[in-house]
T-cell receptor
């Protein structure tokens, strides 16, 4: 599995954009970059994933560096409900194993 | 509501008890997973089932025994547990297409287990 590095925690203000970085310098060419988040007292939920191009969905945007060694999850306008632990996970989908979660980034949103 | 239901949500058991955790998904997925989340630690993958066949056992002690009778149901049978097994146990499901996992896992809310 590719190793990832994420800040332990980040803080932002409500209604401001949030950029959550992830380094994955050992990512393989077939790994997609998945992002999940885990709200307090809940199971993780899928946020977004991409391979090379930037991706947008209703929850967030994913910006992937040209060399694919890093990516940034963008929450365009953070709300208090976005306070969660965010995980960046490179994953190819092959093999029999599931996703490997790291420690993630604990995002704190100030009102 | 993610479509993955886990019961019970909370369980307290003694070290000599036998209990089971249940997971059910109505999403038409063909892969199911058990994860363990201990306090202050990352999620740990325990077991993976693809099309009812166990394809991953991540060095889990034998006091945890999974069962997958069909693609919609997954059980985790517990016996002779230790206090350090107290954790949140999460079930997830996903779709495998042409041998590849889509990578989009749907998680239940978890079963909070306390072993006394």
């Amino acid at each position: 599995d590719a190793k990832t590095t994420q800040p332990n925690s980040m803080e932002s203000n409500e209604e401001e954009p949030v950029h959550l970085p992830c380094n994955h310098s050992t990512i393989s060419g077939t790994d997609y970059i998945h992002w999940y988040r885990q709200l307090p007292s809940q199971g993780p939920e899928y946020v977004i994933h991409g391979l090379t191009s930037n991706v947008n969905n209703r929850m967030a945007s994913l910006a992937i560096a040209e060399d694919r060694k890093s990516s940034t999850l963008i929450l365009h306008r953070a709300t208090l409900r976005d306070a969660a632990v965010y995980y960046c996970i490179p994953y190819s989908g092959g093999g029999a194993d599931g996703l490997t979660f790291g420690k993630g980034t604990h995002l704190i949103i100030q009102p | 509501e993610t479509g993955v239901t886990q019961t019970p949500r909370h369980l307290v058991m003694g070290m000599t008890n036998k209990k089971s955790l249940k997971c059910e998904q109505h999403l038409g997925h063909n892969a199911m997973y058990w994860y363990k989340q201990s306090a202050k630690k990352p999620l740990e993958l325990m077991f993976v089932y693809n099309f009812k066949e166990q394809t991953e056992n991540n060095s889990v002690p034998s006091r945890f025994s999974p069962e997958c009778p069909n693609s919609s149901h997954l059980f985790l049978h517990l016996h002779t547990l230790q206090p350090e097994d107290s954790a949140l146990y999460l079930c997830a499901s996903s779709t495998r297409l042409a041998g590849l996992n889509t990578g989009e896992l749907f998680f239940g809310e978890g079963s909070r287990l306390t072993v006394l």
